[in-house]
């Protein structure tokens, strides 16, 4: 009898869709392997060669959008500096004289007292919020301060991508160049800058590593670095001698920082001789004879601080703690299997997100939290800095009084004295940036010396000292001696109220 192919083999059926699938999954299992093996090897060629070079790059590709052929993701985050919170915007009809539709709020109609401070001064007719690395170039160009007042080249070091300017005016020798703009017009050397800050000014297109572009930097570290541990460090070269970690914050430090203009060459020259505390400033100024301005109230001879950043975040804790600038405010981020930097130079506190790149890579805590510790800080500034506020505008009045009644012109001067104290450290904690929050106890306690002067300043105006010279001397402390030792050990007073006993 014949058998079919159907019929039992061996005493059993062949099993041929337990052996298909088995088949169809190992060839499965092959291609996700195959898959994950691509992938693990795109990662990596991604991560040891994070960019491909499309265009050449040199010392005179200004323009970053030709960067960004390079480096998209980069130029991307660049590109989101012009981003503006709702409930920052300022939105205008468009003129003639000025084609902006949006801008910054103004710090003059919400504080009144810094037009008293500035009495005298271009920044008492407008000063605004700042704004985003985008505008800039723009926003300078069409500032009041610029548009009504006469202003030197200088001020194009912070506001302008600066190696497009300075070797077009020092024909490629950008020391010749920097030196020709800071003394020119700048209305006519606004004419050479054609963007504002950006890759060239902080890169070098050959190796992409970090570099300081502004000559006053240059200058300024050297004598800070001088200045430090009795100038061990000497003719300290920032490009070649700077660590990686440093120049992540020098970078910034090109721009963020208080300075002035020196000399009728108008030599932009940051104050850092004796180091970088607003007391050091004030004694520097003090010793060469410096006054911004004459208060046009008071006759006070003041000085105006900028934008001291830099010098500020020095003195905190995240300073000492070797976090840098551009570890909160352009944090690493992944793309794919490349780790890049955030080039949407803004607050941490903007998003969730950024909280968590920034904040919570070292502070254990939540989002929710780390917002709430950082308002407390500005809290307590707020309030600290009214209070200083407050009593330098009573010293202004109170000055002006005085002159009318015609009092004593040495009071008067001595009044000056503290105005030019108490103005230069208010001016210097509302013109830097962070609310409080880069150096929080540096910047209360200085805010209450500015307090103090302006007291004293009211008091010299009535011929009084603080203490008052008539005030008896206090009675000396005596030297605290212990008591002997008791041969036996006092008695407990007995419990006036229940405690829970410890294990």
């Given at each position: 009898m014949s058998t079919s192919t159907t019929e039992k083999v061996g005493g059993r059926k062949p099993r041929w869709g337990f052996i298909a699938t088995v088949l169809v999954l190992g060839a499965v299992v092959a291609v996700g392997v195959l898959a994950?093996?691509?992938?693990?090897?795109?990662?990596?060629?991604?991560?040891?060669?994070?960019y491909f070079q499309v265009v050449q790059l040199t010392d005179t590709t200004y323009d970053p959008a030709v960067w960004g052929q390079n480096f998209p993701l980069q130029y991307e985050g660049w590109l989101k500096t012009q981003e503006m919170p709702a409930d920052e915007q300022l939105l205008r009809t468009?003129?003639?004289d000025d084609p902006r539709t949006v801008m910054a709020k103004s710090k003059l109609e919400a504080d009144p007292?810094?037009?008293?401070?500035?009495?005298?001064?271009?920044?008492?007719?407008?000063?605004?919020?700042?704004?985003?690395?985008?505008?800039?170039?723009?926003?300078?160009?069409l500032v009041k301060r610029v548009t009504m007042f006469k202003q030197p080249g200088a001020c194009l070091n912070c506001h302008a991508s600066l190696p497009e300017v300075v070797n077009t005016?020092?024909?490629?020798?950008?020391?010749?160049?920097?030196?020709?703009?800071?003394?020119?017009?700048?209305?006519?050397?606004t004419t050479y800058a054609q963007h504002p800050v950006g890759c060239i000014d902080c890169h070098d297109p050959a190796t992409m590593k970090l570099r300081v572009t502004r000559p006053a930097f240059i200058e300024g570290i050297k004598e800070y670095k001088a200045s430090e541990a009795g100038g061990s460090v000497a003719n300290f070269d920032?490009?070649?001698?700077?660590s990686a970690k440093e120049m992540r914050t020098y970078v910034c430090a090109q721009c963020h920082v208080e300075y002035y203009f020196a000399g009728d060459e108008k030599t932009l020259t940051f104050p850092w001789e004796k180091g970088l505390t607003v007391n050091d400033a004030m004694a520097y100024y003090d010793e060469i004879g410096w006054s911004d301005f004459t208060h046009k109230l008071t006759g006070a001879p003041v000085i105006k601080a900028q934008h001291p950043d830099f010098e500020t975040f020095s003195q905190g804790v995240h300073a000492s703690a070797g976090v840098t600038c551009a570890d909160c405010h352009m944090p690493y981020k992944r793309e794919g299997a490349a780790k890049i930097t955030d080039h949407q130079v803004a607050s941490p506190m903007r998003t969730n997100e950024t909280i968590n790149t920034t904040c919570l890579t070292?502070?254990?805590?939540?989002?929710e939290e780390m917002r709430a510790r950082v308002d407390t800080i500005h809290n307590r500034y707020e309030e600290t800095k009214n209070t200083a506020f407050d009593a330098l505008d009573?010293?202004?009045a109170d000055i002006v009084k005085a002159r009318e009644n015609g009092t004593d012109q040495a009071r008067i001067e001595e009044a000056w004295?503290?105005?030019?104290?108490?103005?230069?450290?208010?001016?210097?904690?509302?013109s830097e940036n962070s609310r409080g929050f880069h150096a929080p106890a540096y910047t209360n306690q200085i805010l209450n010396q500015a307090t103090d002067a302006a007291r004293r300043g009211q008091l010299a105006l009535l011929g009084q000292t603080y203490p008052p010279a008539s005030a008896p001397s206090p009675a000396p402390v005596p030297e605290y001696t212990p008591p002997p030792a008791s041969p036996t050990p006092s008695p407990q007073a007995p419990e006036t109220a229940s405690a829970p006993t410890t294990p």
């Open positions: 994950l093996l691509v992938d693990i090897f795109t990662k990596r060629t991604e991560a040891q060669q994070p468009p003129t003639a007292r810094l037009v008293t401070m500035w009495q005298g001064y271009a920044f008492s007719v407008e000063y605004n919020e700042p704004r985003g690395h985008m505008y800039m170039l723009e926003d300078q160009r005016l020092g024909n490629g020798d950008a020391a010749a160049g920097w030196a020709a703009m800071n003394k020119m017009p700048y209305s006519e050397a920032v490009n070649t001698m700077a070292c502070h254990r805590t939540s989002e009573q010293l202004i004295a503290y105005q030019r104290q108490a103005q230069f450290i208010v001016d210097y904690v509302t």
